[in-house]
């Protein structure tokens, strides 16, 4: 199974042939496009299922299954926390809850970033007891940006994933500590000097144990179509 995270930064129908060149099962596209606004005109590009969310038409959250994956929004969805979907994924050698992610609420004066994160993990809590799990997107975090004095700030949600098994895969494969990653996944205003890590993919232990691959692509290669790289990983499934 190949996942693909990647904040496309809008119009993903003019980008999407590239990044689906590299075949994914399952791809989590921050700042996409309403499926409406996705004409496509190469059957390779047509996803077989999928799960839009967003108030603007033109920059929302879109999860897209090129495979045999079945996508269903939980009904438990709470919109509160905006681009955090919880997703039944069916249909493969294992069912399981993706969370597709893009922390991106203006409206919540607590934060609109991590806090997103740290706050939908404790109402989607209940949901990690019996079933394997994937946490996918553009966390808009780093522990570098650490607040010692707010609770849910990135290191903590590290640490709370971890209490349910639940770990990194770039840097359980790549042998990194949180906030010293090599291969930034975002460069700000697409510059090159400001290279920053802030897509991840948090996977429970089933998974870890088949993982096989973890790349992050190259800003020769995608600052062209995103300020964000994708982020790709690959399973024994």
Known sequence: MKL????????????????????PDIIVVPECENPEK??????????????????????GLGVFSYAEYKLKLLDCHNPDFKNILPIAVSGGKIDFI??????????????????QIWKA???YESLLTEN???????????????KPRREGNHSTLVTKLASKNIESVYHKFHQQEQGKE??????????????????????SEDFIEKLEHVEVGSYEDWCQYSDHCPLLVHFNL
């Open 4 to 23: 693909i995270t990647w904040n496309c930064n809008m119009a993903f129908r003019k980008k999407a042939e590239p990044i689906l060149a590299y075949y």
């Open 38 to 59: 996705l004409i496509f005109d190469k059957d390779h590009l047509i996803p077989r299922d999928s799960v839009w969310y967003g108030t603007n038409p033109n920059k």
């Open 98 to 115: 993706l969370f597709a992610i893009w922390a991106n609420n203006p409206e919540d004066k607590d934060g609109q970033y991590i806090t």
């Open 121 to 123: 993990f404790h109402f």
């Open 132 to 146: 394997s799990a994937i946490f996918i997107g553009d966390f808009n975090s780093n522990s570098i940006w650490d």
């Open 182 to 203: 090599n291969h930034p996944t975002l460069f700000m205003y697409r510059h090159h000097d400001k290279p920053y890590h802030l897509d991840y993919c948090f996977v």
